[in-house]
Nanobody
């Protein structure tokens, strides 16, 4: 079992930056590939970014590529999502999730393949 708690969300103007954190407790997060997803009002949850257990392999949705960076610190059991050049369309509740994967395999892009989820943190980008 692993518990995930997101933090770092908030209100920011377009063009600004935020860094989300996802702290894991219970079984260490290094045992899991990690992903970030988001869900805007009235829309389906969508994949944002994922990272391997090793931290060396990452994957991004086209909509955030070049603006967002996922990273992890296994010693701190924490995964981060650095979000730069934010746009109003990035407004959503952001969730982190953990999936059982091999060490070098990036976390899945499909939410159904994740085993554990956090409660989410709201990100609002004003125009």
């Amino acid at each position: 079992q692993v518990q995930l708690v997101e933090s770092g969300g908030g209100l920011v103007q377009a063009g600004g930056s935020l860094r989300l954190s996802c702290a894991a407790s219970g079984r260490t997060s290094s045992s899991y590939g990690m992903g970030w997803f988001r869900q805007a009002p009235g829309k389906e949850r969508e994949f944002v970014a994922a990272i391997s257990r090793s931290g060396g392999n990452t994957n991004y949705a086209d909509s955030v590529k070049g603006r967002f960076t996922i990273s992890r610190d296994n010693a701190k059991n924490t995964v981060y999502l650095q979000m730069n050049s934010l746009k109003p369309e990035d407004t959503a509740v952001y969730y982190c999730a953990a999936a059982k994967t091999s060490f070098y395999v990036v976390g899945p892009t499909t939410g159904g393949r994740y085993d554990y989820w956090g409660q989410g943190t709201q990100v609002t980008v004003s125009s």
